[in-house]
């Protein structure tokens, strides 16, 4: 009978659908190290997960961990005085081969961390092995999807093609023309605007960690984007109103603007929780960060939580970028995280603070704390921690700011987390969110029924579309925003 391995995300061994828990993190790298490298000596495995040990206890390790996985797997388990290997074994990686198709998905899963699990078990030796082997798992993604993308173009499908490209960018993100290949078949297929989002998203990228400026191929196709719309007139106009300072530059939603700021104003010791919705072009994000990233909140943090664009979801992933900048505020001002809650978030998120996490053992034992309660719980203490160690922590517009964009793509877990989060911070803030009208009913019923020690407001701010015209002039003036 096989034994079935998950190498993305956290590692998963199954068999006749059952789970199996392997008692030591060490005995379960062994077992994936041999899924993946075939025969391997007792040797070799001595060195490379006991390196750290004398010899007579490496060995006698080496000798526990096989005994161990003999009577675990005993079907799949070869073993002789040298040598171990596994046999009959379904691995997820082995489904790379399969992305090459443009006819078959592309597995959310692939979207995670490799052997994510196995990044604290302290042998230099075995962490080189992970670094290589993910790197080469990596490497063998991004393959097969530029083979997929060869098929896109050979059978005309554009559609394809772009969910291919975005998706190789996300293993090879510094890949310059694979992004130009993007933006003209964004053009291609009438999603120009996609176009200028990506050319935003990689040059803010390339500039914040390479300290270089995108390609001119780049830069010139943006222009014609722009010289193909109407809004060329209103692009030169715009130039003498915005030259000396461009960030305060907005237009066409003065009335929204104006009800979103008599609100915060007027809700200085409550929660505010403003809820942008409307149908996709409306202006929603522009909005919203407008408002985020005003003078108003000039002295707030601001944290940003925003899905995916990719097909499929995965547990929290809408979150990811609320924690990562938690962390980072947390090192900033020095707050020290306990070992617990640092293994908690590391276990859903990945890599935080995982030099603080607490020992394996532990950890195994917090699986079950890995559920929305406990996470929005620990988010909530982290915030308000932070706010109250910030400078200027009396400071009424010091109030923290979260800026949720798409709740309609949030995940299952992600939505859960956000009602559990409200529900237990326990200082007044600023949350801005932005919706499409098919999820509007169900997000407003979870902002209502959520309980809180915090007085809270919650506000609509309905999108409807432009007038014709106005969604190019704004497309127009938001492309010379970006620095064109």
Known sequence: MAVKLCFFGEPLIEKDGVRLPIPFKKVEAALFYLALEGRASRETLKFLLWGDKDEAQAANN??????????ILPENLITDHKYVALENVERDVDAIALLADPDAPVPSFFLTEPLSGFDRLGVAEFDEWLLLTRDSIRKKIAEQMRARITSCYEQGSWDELADSLSTLLIFD????????????????????????????????????????????????????????????????????????????????????????????????DNTLLVLIHGEAGVGKSALVRHIAHSPLFADASVFTAQPLSIE????????DGIVSQIENGLKERGIAVKPITASILSGVFYEFMKNESAPHAVDILLNTERNPVTIGKILADLTTSLSRNSKNSQNSKNRPVFVLEDLHLFDPQSLQLLGVFLSKIKIPLTMFMTTRPESLS????????????????LIHIPLAPFESGGGIQIFAQSLFMEGI
Not at 62 to 71: G, H, M, P, Q, S
Not at 180 to 208: H, Q, W
Not at 448 to 454: E, I, P, R, T
């Open 62 to 71: 080496t000798r526990n961990a096989i005994y161990l996985l003999r009577k």
């Open 173 to 268: 993100p510094f890949d310059e023309s694979s992004v130009l290949e993007l933006m003209e078949t964004y053009c291609r297929i009438g999603r120009a605007a996609e176009a200028v989002a990506r050319y935003n998203a990689y040059r803010a990228k390339v500039e914040s960690e390479l300290g270089i400026s995108p390609d001119g191929r780049l830069k010139d196709l943006l222009k014609k984007i722009v010289a193909s719309t109407d809004a060329r007139k209103s692009l030169r106009e715009s130039v003498k109103r915005s030259v000396n300072r461009p960030e305060e530059f907005f237009c066409c939603r003065e009335a929204e603007v104006e009800k979103i700021l008599d609100a915060v104003s007027g809700n200085i």
């Open 312 to 319: 499929g979801k995965y547990a929290y992933s809408a979150w």
């Open 442 to 457: 169900p997000v407003t019923e979870l902002l209502y029924n959520v309980k809180s020690g915090v007085p809270r407001e």
